[in-house]
Nanobody, 119 residues
Framework: VQLQASGGGLVQTGGSLRLACSAS????????MGWYRRAPGEQRELVAI??????TYSDSVKGRFTISSHNSRNTVALQMNSLKPEDTAVYYC???????????????WGQGTLVTVSS
């Protein structure tokens, strides 16, 4: 299973970026898809995740970021508006994937895409 993320880049404070991630490979089902980030010198943290009808955002991005997923296409996107310098980080796509009807869900990670917000 591979998760391919795209859409990072450099943007000014107040600007917008859209991240996209696509999962491919031997996939029976996906029960969650989301985004995490790791800022310089910090630990990786949850940004947003969607699972079934439930969506969770970190407090720091609520009202500014929107996560959306397309289950049949195994894709997830993150629309990031009103970006702040503190949003600067490497963003990682994540998915909980079942490889067969009898397997457990396994967490897979994308390679990371850098988002830099200049002040």
């Amino acid at each position: 299973v591979q998760l391919q993320a795209s859409g990072g880049g450099l943007v000014q404070t107040g600007g917008s970026l859209r991240l996209a991630c696509s999962a491919s490979g031997t996939i029976f089902s996906i029960n969650s898809m989301g985004w995490y980030r790791r800022a310089p010198g910090e630990q990786r943290e949850l940004v947003a995740i969607t699972s079934g009808d439930r969506t969770t955002y970190s407090d720091s991005v609520k009202g500014r970021f929107t996560i959306s997923s397309h289950n049949s296409r195994n894709t997830v996107a993150l629309q990031m508006n009103s970006l702040k310098p503190e949003d600067t980080a490497v963003y990682y796509c994540n998915a909980g994937v079942k490889l067969s009807p009898v397997s457990s869900y396994i967490q897979y990670w994308g390679q990371g895409t850098l988002v830099t917000v200049s002040s």
